[in-house]
């Protein structure tokens, strides 16, 4: 195959990879590989193979139906209850029963290698790939019917999604408390920890371990479920089990603010973490354009979240501060920000949200 009838190949299975039907079960990845081994396969016999090939596997589409169940290690969330399904994830408690059960898929998997397979990953080896997610206190686990690709790709986002959504439960909370700072993520996603620091002063030789923000873990207990469903946290679950083209308005930018708010946790800048506060503002605040984006949020903010008439001035005037402090960072300007305005700001974000 020369380069051309390559581009136009990766061109044909990404068109297909996004129509609604195909794009549902399998990546252009997959698409492209199947492609290639079905037309490879039609030339040999001197038939007409581009749409032959693509006859051949929208049959073979319709008849695929195997399931993928992907597996992730999550950290910073500890469970007190045994699993917690919320949309189409699945959170466990790493317990010797799952480990055993999670083993025991990893043996019958192996008994079903060929012998070369088997000689070449051995059954221990893929007991410690299939259990090292099992070493965090929880780990999430998605089923979808798709090959491994895209049922992978699919997994990462609606974890991360609903990752997000109890990040947001939990600063909500515990708004001055260490779990307020916290980031929940896939592990090896979100970095935890600063720079490790080594430094002389007086006599004295000092090592530290940074953490800014810090990152205490949340706990879900039994009463959790209950404190979901009184803060309106069971109904953002409900969000993430509709298809993102059947959302409104209203919806999408929830979501969206949600996802920056989550963002904004895992920053160690605090001007990275209010450019991300901000912009989850933004996203629910969009109302007509006669006034000035500074004017829109703080007063917008201020009105929403107003308790008298002295809470309104005080609101809109921080927000007024923070819009001149992300003009300063996002042009070049010098401008501290402090941890009292980002712990502020987000109390704003989550109530507005909320």
Known sequence: MNLRDAVEMEILADSLASNKIWGNKWSSKYILEQLVSK???????????????????NQEHDEFDEEVTV???????MMEIHQLQIGAVTFHRSSSEYR??????ATEVHQNMSPVAKETFKLEDATEVILRPMRFETSAS????????????????????????????????????MEGDIQLSIFGEIPHKGPSITYQFGEGLYASQESYPSSAPMNIVPESLQAFDRH???????????????????????????????VSQGQLE?????LNLTTAIESLLTVGEQYSITSRISEGSAVLLMSDYDSFVSTRDFMQQIYKARSNVSHGGHRVTTLHEIHRLRNIATELIM
């Open 100 to 105: 055993k059960k999670i083993t025991g898929l």
């Open 142 to 177: 998605f089923v979808t019917v798709a090959e491994p690709i895209l049922g992978i790709e699919r997994a990462l986002t609606e974890v991360r999604r609903t990752l997000e959504i109890l990040t947001l439960a939990c600063s909500y909370r515990f708004p001055d408390k």
């Open 39 to 57: 037309m490879q396969g039609i030339k040999i016999i001197g038939l007409p193979s581009a749409k032959l090939s693509i006859d051949l596997l």
């Open 232 to 262: 309106g946290i069971t109904d953002l679950f409900e969000l993430l089990q509709k298809p993102l083209h059947r959302l409104n308005d209203i919806e999408s930018a929830l979501l969206r603010s949600i996802h920056w708010f989550a």
């Open 71 to 77: 597996h992730l290690p999550i950290t910073n969330l």
């Open 270 to 274: 605090l001007e990275n973490r209010l």
